[in-house]
């Protein structure tokens, strides 16, 4: 049974940074896909960013495209968001998922496995 298990999150100010961190157990992960998906207050969880566990690729959301960074370390069975000059409207819980897939997958519906969330407050 997959297990994920989110942190890093915080309180920071407009234009800074943050790290997100996933670890991940329960199971090997190759030929997984690994996502962050953020849900604001009265809004629907949406895509961030996803990164295929055994080559590394990686596709993000237009609205973080050149802000944020997905990465995984395999040997820490850990997967990372780095999220650099951070807005007002990046506030969200952000959750970390995994799904067993040939390649990239963006759809919150087909992600089975999910972290607990983690609370990113950006203020001005």
């Known amino acids: 049974q997959v297990q994920l298990v989110d942190s890093g999150g915080g309180l920071m100010q407009a234009g800074g940074s943050l790290r997100l961190s996933c670890v991940a157990s329960g199971r090997t992960f190759s030929g997984y896909a690994m996502a962050w998906f953020r849900q604001a207050p009265g809004k629907l969880r949406e895509f961030v960013a996803a990164i295929t566990w055994s080559m590394g690729g990686t596709f993000y959301a237009d609205s973080v495209k050149g802000r944020f960074t997905i990465s995984r370390d395999k040997a820490k069975n850990t997967v990372y968001l780095q999220m650099n000059s951070l807005r007002l409207e990046d506030t969200a819980v952000y959750y970390c998922?995994?799904?067993?897939?040939?390649?990239?997958?963006?759809?919150?519906?087909?992600?089975?496995?999910w972290g607990q969330g983690t609370q990113v407050t950006v203020s001005s």
């Open positions: 998922a995994a799904q067993q897939a040939a390649g990239i997958i963006n759809m919150k519906e087909q992600y089975k496995s």
